[in-house]
T-cell receptor, first 114, second 107 residues
Framework: EAEVAQSPRYKITEKSQAVAFWCDPI?????LYWYRQILGQGPELLVQ????????DSQLPKDRFSAERLKGVDSTLKIQPAELGDSAMYLC????????????FGEGSRLTVL | KNEVEQSPQNLTAQEGEFITINCSYS?????LHWLQQHPGGGIVSLFM???GKKKHGRLIATINIQEKHSSLHITASHPRDSAVYIC?????????FGTGTSLTVIP
């Protein structure tokens, strides 16, 4: 069964270090989302791509976070420098349509910043 | 922005009990999704609804568009149903998520 792949599953880093997460969506899915989820809360959108274009990055802290999807397939989310408050689960999801499409999530990347 | 509220926040049930989780939202939507998240993080889509009712095994999801309300029902609950259940609504071209309902089913 097709799935959204994410890596790494777990990352422990010290503050001020750089961190990168990778996501490979389900083949053919044009829409890709990066979410951040803090324990006990629902996912919050960081960035949404339609193919290689950014649709919404209004909640992305652009001073330290960046995201790209150069060829409209896989995507990378980077944090530099990491801060203690960045500790969270980073979830990637993809959908075949922009709106009214089922949402498929990866297993997530759990980040701990020490 | 669409406000999504779920209730209850936490729920403990005995195995076999009928369970209901509720979701309400503030603005008209194109679809509502029920998601299941197990410890460890992975999220699985259970239902996508735009009207009426859907059933899959012991799970039933209903939506009332006029009242902006949806319910997820679990019949004959089982310990393996223990998870966080999240309601998400599609509004515009974005998804908005509730904070989740943590369900524990005790044998």
């Amino acid at each position: 069964e097709a799935e959204v792949a994410q890596s790494p599953r777990y990352k422990i880093t010290e503050k001020s270090q750089a961190v990168a997460f990778w996501c490979d969506p389900i083949s053919g899915h044009a829409t890709l989302y990066w979410y951040r989820q803090i324990l006990g809360q629902g996912p919050e959108l960081l960035v949404q791509f339609q193919d290689e274009s950014v649709v919404d990055d209004s909640q992305l802290p652009k001073d330290r976070f960046s995201a790209e999807r150069l060829k409209g397939v896989d995507s990378t989310l980077k944090i530099q420098p990491a801060e203690l408050g960045d500790s969270a689960m980073y979830l990637c999801a993809s959908s075949s349509n922009l709106g009214t499409g089922e949402l498929f999530f990866g297993e997530g990347s759990r980040l701990t910043v020490l | 922005k669409n406000e999504v509220e779920q209730s209850p926040q936490n729920l403990t049930a005995q195995e076999g009990e009928f369970i209901t989780i509720n979701c309400s939202y503030s603005v008209g939507i194109s679809a509502l999704h029920w998601l299941q998240q197990h410890p460890g993080g992975g999220i699985v889509s259970l239902f996508m609804l735009s009207s009426g009712k859907k059933k899959h095994g012991r799970l039933i999801a209903t939506i009332n568009i006029q009242e902006k309300h949806s319910s997820l029902h679990i019949t004959a609950s089982h310990p393996r149903d223990s998870a966080v259940y999240i309601c998400a609504v599609e509004f515009g071209n974005q998804f908005y998520f509730g904070t989740g309902t943590s369900l524990t089913v005790i044998p």
